[in-house]
């Protein structure tokens, strides 16, 4: 039988094959010994002759194993039913955006031949697009469909075709875009399925949605200043589902913008930019003094809100410096500071005013100010030795009539003056807004006479540095033997072999600004028992018998604490049962209590410790109050 026949007969789908010949099988040898000696030599030749018997069986079966595999093998290098010589003699590749423009119409051509000998049946390309593309399906942008399916039926053999895929590719300049195809088929009588792929990439060489940001050439410390972000769709479809995102450089402090940011003040949603539609930002800001180039970055594309990531189709970055003002005035906090840029409540605040003639000339009767904002100040607390206060403009003044170096400045002359105030130990919170405090240094420099040459020229210089309040955070710890909420029992003074419950209360008080990660500790003595007792009932605080740690973890707690919202309490008993050693002693109910926390407004830590309690119980107004001292 010819080769060809013998592969399609033998996998062919309706094949009978029960007349083929059946492996040889050994069965039990079924003679008896021989009953006396002189039929052994008669046994022996049959035994000789049973085994060749049986080798030359097991070498048929041998060989006709080693026949059909070596059958199966040349039907697999032959095509099989779908090995690798299928794929080898299947041609399948992408052509074309190899370098487009965002927002451009792209056209990819698939093509495909077959050069095997079989049909491939079910036949199926599948055309992955890159991330971020829009594909068109007729004249139509499907935004969202990452991929689509093309089922081309049987393929026979030699016969080729091609399949078109469009898409409005997004992506930053020389971005590089990559998707991939994938041909899925079944090799002509057979339940196989194979597949071929195919790669390709495309490089983004221009975009049509322009971004742009306007920055003014000459940026003073101190000065405000505004931004103007512009983004432009240039093609002839829409940009669909836009976000816009702008980074800030330390030197520029955020003031407000129009329209107002729809996450943050960084981030404005512009939704679908219809084809030759702009979208403008108005950003204005405080520029800072700054010794080295700064930098904006922007970017335009799609908004995760999951991965908190923009994508970006298209992307700038502008720099700037900041110059030297004509006239140069900076006012900062000397002494106070808590931490960088954190000053505390009810605290003293030394600050510094340095001021220097920048002009190549000398000037005369010079005016430098320091507004003073923010209500955190306590505007009795104001003091200085130089300048005065003025309360309608709530700002230090230092003028010529009354600082008479201030009457004539020579070129790159400067000095300083100093002031002191404190911020208030309660600052006013009266409702939920009342939060997150700050307070403002505003510097400003100028002169009445302006020099020969500088008509028109702004000369004066402005200067503002702001520094945020933090939260004043109160912890109490206080022990009871009478209190509304539980019933302690014992004797009061407590008495040796006889135990006294008592009664611990923790108190959380918060005023201008979340803290979060709150933890409260302390541990009890071994003479002490925990009763398990908690008022109200809260998972959040835990007691560990092998270390006698109490631990408290509420978690957050907000802004206004204790004023305008409850103090955040929880409360537990114990019990003691005094010895003799300790007659006439007051022992120690609970150790010292420690708070952890971070300020989520000026974002430093808090750590705060409050005294222990015992027996002689300070704060309970009832039959425990001022006693306390074991008794036998």
């Known amino acids: 039988m010819p080769l060809d026949d013998l592969r399609r007969k033998l996998f062919r789908k309706s094949s009978d094959f029960s007349r083929r010949t059946k492996e040889p099988t050994l069965e039990k040898h079924k003679d008896s010994p021989p009953a006396s000696w002189e039929h052994e030599t008669h046994d022996a030749a049959a035994a000789i002759a049973l085994r060749n018997q049986k080798i030359v069986k097991w070498g048929l079966s041998i060989g006709v194993v080693i026949i059909v595999a070596g059958l199966l093998g040349l039907f697999f290098w032959f095509g099989g039913f779908g090995g690798s010589n299928t794929q080898k003699l299947l041609e399948f590749k992408i052509e074309g955006g190899e370098e487009v423009t965002a927002g451009r119409k792209v056209i990819w051509k698939v093509t495909y031949n077959n050069k095997n000998q079989i049909n491939l049946d079910d036949v199926v390309i599948t055309f992955q697009y890159p991330e971020n593309s829009q594909p068109l399906v007729g004249q139509f942008s499907q935004n969202g469909l990452g991929r689509e399916v093309r089922k081309l039926g049987n393929l026979e053999p030699g016969e080729s075709g091609e399949e078109i895929f469009s898409a409005l590719l997004f992506g930053a300049k020389d971005q590089i875009l990559t998707g991939h195809a994938v041909m899925e088929y079944r090799p002509e009588s057979s339940s196989a399925r194979l597949t071929k792929d195919s790669d390709y990439s495309s490089r983004v060489v221009s975009t049509l949605l322009a971004l742009e940001l306007d920055i003014p050439e000459e940026l003073k410390s101190g000065q405000d200043a505004d931004l103007t972000l512009r983004v ?161 403009a ?141 008022i109200p009932p809260d998972p959040s605080l835990s007691f560990d018998p092998a270390t006698r740690v109490l631990e408290w973890r509420p978690g957050v707690v907000p802004a206004g604490t204790g004023q305008i919202r409850p103090a955040r309490e929880v409360a537990f008993q114990i019990g003691l049962t005094p010895s003799l050693p300790q007659v006439g002693d007051r022992p120690e109910l609970i150790s010292k209590a420690k708070i952890t926390a971070k300020d989520s407004f000026v974002e430093t830590p808090v750590e705060i410790e409050v005294a222990n309690v015992t027996t002689l119980l300070p704060d309970d107004t009832g039959p425990g109050k001022g006693g306390g001292r074991v008794e036998e």
């Open 232 to 392: 432009t769709n240039s093609s002839e479809t829409v940009f669909r589902g836009l976000t816009v995102g702008l980074e800030y450089p330390d030197a520029f402090e955020f003031i407000f913008s129009q329209p107002e940011g729809t996450r943050g003040d960084g981030l404005w949603n512009i939704g679908d930019l219809a084809p030759g539609a702009e979208y403008i930002v108005i950003i204005r800001g405080r520029i800072k003094d700054s010794a080295s180039a700064e930098t904006f970055r922007s970017k335009v594309g799609i908004y995760d809100r999951i991965a908190n990531t923009l994508s970006d189709f298209n992307e700038i970055v502008r720099s700037f410096q900041t110059t030297d003002a004509l006239l140069a005035i900076q006012a900062f906090v000397d002494r106070g500071e808590e931490f960088p840029g954190v000053v505390a409540a009810g605290s003293r605040v030394d600050v510094r005013v340095v001021w220097k003639n920048n002009l190549p000339v000398s000037i005369s009767n010079v005016v430098l100010e320091v507004g003073l904002r923010g209500i955190a100040i306590e505007p009795r607390s104001i003091d200085s030795q130089t300048g005065e206060y003025s309360a309608p």
């Open 394 to 534: 709530n700002s230090m003044r230092w003028i010529p009539g009354r600082i008479p170096e201030l009457s004539v400045i020579d070129s790159g002359e400067e000095g300083e003056f100093t002031f002191q105030f404190k911020t208030k130990e309660n600052i006013p919170v009266t409702g939920f807004s009342d939060r997150d405090f700050t307070v403002g240094l505003e510097g400003r420099v100028a002169s009445f006479d302006v020099p020969s040459g500088y008509e028109g020229v702004d000369i004066s210089g402005r200067s503002f540095k702001e520094y945020k309040v933090a939260s004043k955070v109160t912890l109490l710890q206080k022990g009871f033997f009478t209190d509304s909420r539980i019933t302690n029992s014992g004797p009061i003074p407590p008495k040796v072999g006889q135990e006294t419950t008592y009664l611990i209360v923790w108190s959380l008080l918060n005023t201008i600004s979340d803290i979060e990660n709150v933890v409260v500790h302390a541990t009890i003595p071994s003479y002490i028992r925990w009763t398990g007792r908690v």
